[in-house]
């Protein structure tokens, strides 16, 4: 289940979002997020809304590979299900309320939440497949 998620997320980070230095989220390389998979539904949540801002309402792609998150990671119902979905719903809110404007704003945040994407991936990688 992780590794068909993670080749997901990591396929999706690297197709939709060159990789960009400005704005990223800078931690020391020691940085370990406790909650990875949640951290990551955010990110998809929030990529969501700049695609359903920028491109339309038919532009579902970050909620398809969410559900697709959810078949892997949390198949049946109970709290971590839900727990996944509220920060999907969280990061959708969160760019919903900074509004940036579509272009080249819109396009920096986009590679800023890319390269935080990677990182989890990556941080998601190393923990199931080393």
Not at 6 to 23: M, R
Not at 35 to 56: I, N, Q, T
Request: charged share 30%.
């Amino acid at each position: 289940m992780v590794i068909r998620t993670l080749i997901l997320v990591l396929g999706l980070c690297a197709a939709l979002a060159p990789v960009a230095d400005a704005q990223t989220i800078r931690r020391p390389p020691s940085y370990v997020d406790p909650y990875p998979v949640e951290s990551l539904a955010r990110v998809m949540g929030e990529m969501h809304y700049l695609d359903f801002a920028c491109k339309g309402r038919d532009s579902q792609g970050w909620r398809e590979a969410m559900l697709e998150l959810l078949e892997h990671e949390a198949p049946t119902r109970g709290s971590y299900r839900q727990r996944l979905v509220d920060r999907f719903n969280e990061g959708f809110r969160i760019q919903e309320r900074r509004t940036p404007r579509c272009g080249a704003e819109e396009e920096m945040v986009r590679q800023a939440l890319a390269a935080e994407g990677e990182t989890l991936s990556e941080q998601l990688r190393r923990t199931y497949l080393q």
